[in-house]
């Protein structure tokens, strides 16, 4: 085996793999406060892609300052499909809310086919061009920036989660929903926040994945790895999020690498289906149990 080319794959992978975290951390964000599976996530993130292209592209902005416009626009993507979309349906069964999730996700398809038409595109070139060497380990200078941005957001995220009012409201949400609301927290006003702090976390990942593969109305299906992510982690998980978001990039890029990319996805679904047969709830994920 070349083990420095296996090096340099895994390194790609991890840093890769950290950019899943970020999306999957926005999954478990909505999740944990609403109990919601948000299957648009991916859509979302494509969505934040293109305004960066619109904005980069069609406009002529300054890349760093089309980037924070872009990942701001998915956030209120994010916090307008809560208040109109799935606030409504509280109350109803969670199949109908993911019914809905997957209705937002094929409207978001269609409108950027409508606006941008289906054909691939190339995000404008905004990351540093130098070559990232870690020893004698070479790593592309988009993926390494790419997960340095991702990584900084990712610090930032859990800071806020652990210190500020608006995170332990939103933990206390996601611990008891009725205790919250007897504790003078506004529920209804941190699904919101929840939903635009996730839609945040995955729009900056889908311009970085965007700006190192390209872009195109497919490019939601990255959303797919994700769902494996969360539910590998654990639905109600951040540990999970970032564990399992690691672990499946690198998984994916070593798979690609030696078996072929035909063989991305299967290797990936074929760690969730041994982990949904040992840890049903995945590996960091609540065991939860109810009493009839």
């Known amino acids: 085996m070349d083990w ?4 340099e794959i ?29 299957f648009a996530i991916g859509e979302i993130m494509m969505f934040a892609a ?9 406009m002529e902005m300054s890349p760093w300052i089309a980037l924070p416009l872009a990942v701001i626009g998915g956030s209120i993507l994010g916090g307008v499909i809560e208040k109109t979309m799935i606030r409504p349906m509280l109350g109803e069964s969670p199949i109908s809310v993911v019914m809905v999730t997957i209705g937002i996700a094929s409207i978001l398809v269609g409108l950027v086919e409508f606006i941008w038409t289906a054909d691939p595109q190339l995000l404008p ?34 800071l806020y989660f652990r210190f500020s009012r608006g995170g332990v409201a939103l933990r ?19 699904f919101n926040m929840a939903w635009v702090f ?12 965007a700006a190192t593969g390209g ?20 639905l109600d998980s951040i540990l ?3 564990v399992a978001g690691v672990f499946i990039g690198w998984l994916e890029t070593v798979a690609g690498a030696y078996l072929g990319g035909e063989y991305r996805m299967p290797a990936t679904f074929l760690v969730l289906a041994i982990i949904l047969v040992i840890r049903p709830y995945g590996l960091f994920g609540t065991h939860e149990i109810e009493r009839v």
């Open 4 to 7: 420095l080319f296996f090096g």
């Open 10 to 38: 895994s390194l790609a992978g991890l840093a890769m793999g950290g950019l899943y975290a970020l999306i999957a951390l926005g999954f478990v964000i909505i999740y944990k406060a609403t109990r919601v599976i948000n």
């Open 50 to 58: 293109y305004l960066f292209l619109a904005f980069a592209g069609g």
């Open 125 to 158: 070139n905004f990351l540093p061009r130098e070559p990232v060497f870690i020893g004698e380990l070479y790593l592309a200078p988009k993926i390494a920036y790419g997960f340095l941005i991702g990584s900084a957001l990712l610090i930032v995220y859990l």
């Open 172 to 190: 206390a949400t996601a611990s008891d929903q009725a205790a919250a609301y007897s504790m003078g927290i506004n529920v209804r006003r941190v």
């Open 198 to 209: 996730g839609s945040l976390a995955a729009s900056l990942a889908g311009v970085l994945v």
């Open 215 to 234: 872009l195109s109305p497919q490019f939601g299906i990255i959303g797919l790895s994700v769902l494996v992510v969360v539910i590998v982690g654990g």
């Open 240 to 242: 999970g999020a970032l």
